[in-house]
């Protein structure tokens, strides 16, 4: 029988605040999940910049990986992403190249060119709407060339920063970055844990337009995806239910924190909104164990990315590290070598 292909697993968190708790204590959650999961062999552990949701605490999205990384000793900790328009590539390199100085070769900087936030919020992290994605490109140059050594007679410096090369990776749910990576010869990330209609297209555009770089000789390509993990197949897709119901509130434009689990969404919604719930979500797996590896060695066959990032909001704190245990102790579950498995 053909052995299952083996590759690393990282950890996507958004830092969920569940209903009836706080800020304080989804970032305690956050940092033991962390904990955790470097013992159990994760590659990375990335959090995302949101603003204005509250049921997400990782808006200052870098203190909360200085506040991982101080935790943990060995997991990559990084960013998956940074909305690159929200900030000045200087900040942005001041802020990563202290990580790194701080957490040597363990910080990854992804980027994304969404607000991350709706259109108010957008306006009072921005102020002037008029920069934003279409200087994407040159924005993420900047922030490049901030991270390679000074040159002579250079008057703008990152410090820390210069010439730390804090590894850069594009993030992204459409066929605009997928390009650029290609462009700029860096790893790439697709989003397909809740914006899946692209994924195929742009990993596609990924490999075939690729070129190599200083930093990265062959193409790396990434995906997102939910995995929600339990004993039973039934158990975990009720664990789902937490997710599909942020979306629905998504969607109906009143996102809250993260709701309690039920047995059937069949209440919950309309038929349209399920669809476009369903579709938002579709590259997602819950189930047993043997569901779970069923479904990733599926993903596999049809992706062939190179590394899984799994997320998973999941309501019980124990239920999603349990999650995070069990795909850790699948087939295709590559551990780094210093885990503690």
């Known amino acids: 029988m053909e052995q299952p292909r083996q590759i690393p697993f990282s950890v996507l968190d958004l830092a969920p605040i569940i209903e009836g708790s706080t800020a304080s204590q989804a970032l305690a959650n956050s940092l033991e ?5 470097e013992r159990w062999g994760y590659n990375r552990f990335w959090l995302a910049e949101h603003h204005n949701f509250v049921g997400i605490a990782s808006a200052a999205t870098s203190v909360v990986i200085a506040h991982i990384a101080a935790g943990t000793s ?5 960013a998956g992403g940074i909305m690159l328009p929200n900030h000045s590539p200087l900040v942005i390199a001041e802020q ?3 990580l790194e100085a701080l957490y040597p070769g363990r910080i990854d900087l992804g980027l994304g060119r969404a607000p991350g936030t709706d259109r108010a919020t957008m306006h009072a992290l921005r102020r002037n709407l008029n920069e934003g994605v279409d200087t994407f490109p040159r924005s993420v140059q900047e922030l490049q060339a901030f991270f ?5 007679g250079q008057r703008v410096r990152a410090v820390p920063g210069e010439g730390l090369r804090v590894p850069i990776w594009l993030l992204g749910s459409s066929l605009f970055s997928a390009q650029l990576a290609a462009r700029l010869g860096l790893p790439y990330a697709f989003a397909s844990h809740f914006a899946p209609d692209q994924l195929m297209d742009a990993l596609d ?4 337009e690729f070129q190599p770089s200083e930093s990265l000789k062959e193409h790396y390509a990434m995906a997102g995806l939910n995995i929600f993990a339990a004993d039973t197949d039934e158990a975990a897709q009720r664990l789902m239910t937490s997710l599909q119901m942020q979306f629905l509130r998504l969607q109906r434009g009143d996102p809250g924190k993260i709701q309690a689990p039920v047995d059937s969404m069949d209440d919950h919604w309309l038929p349209t909104e399920k669809a476009w719930v369903d579709r938002s979500l579709r ?3 819950a189930g047993s164990p043997q569901t779970i590896q069923r479904g990733i060695e599926a993903f596999l066959k049809r992706t062939q990315v190179t590394e899984i990032m799994a997320t998973a909001s999941i309501y019980d704190h124990g239920a999603r590290q349990h999650s995070f245990k069990i ?4 087939p295709s579950f590559k551990a780094s070598e210093d885990s503690e498995l």
Do not use: D, H, K, M
Request: avoid cysteine.
């Open 205 to 208: 555009i990924y490999r075939n």
């Open 96 to 98: 990563f190249g202290t």
């Open 283 to 285: 590259e997602s797996i």
């Open 327 to 330: 795909l850790s102790n699948l």
């Open 33 to 37: 999940l962390a904990q955790r999961t």
């Open 74 to 78: 060995r997991i990559r900790v990084g």
């Open 148 to 152: 390679e050594p000074a040159q002579p």
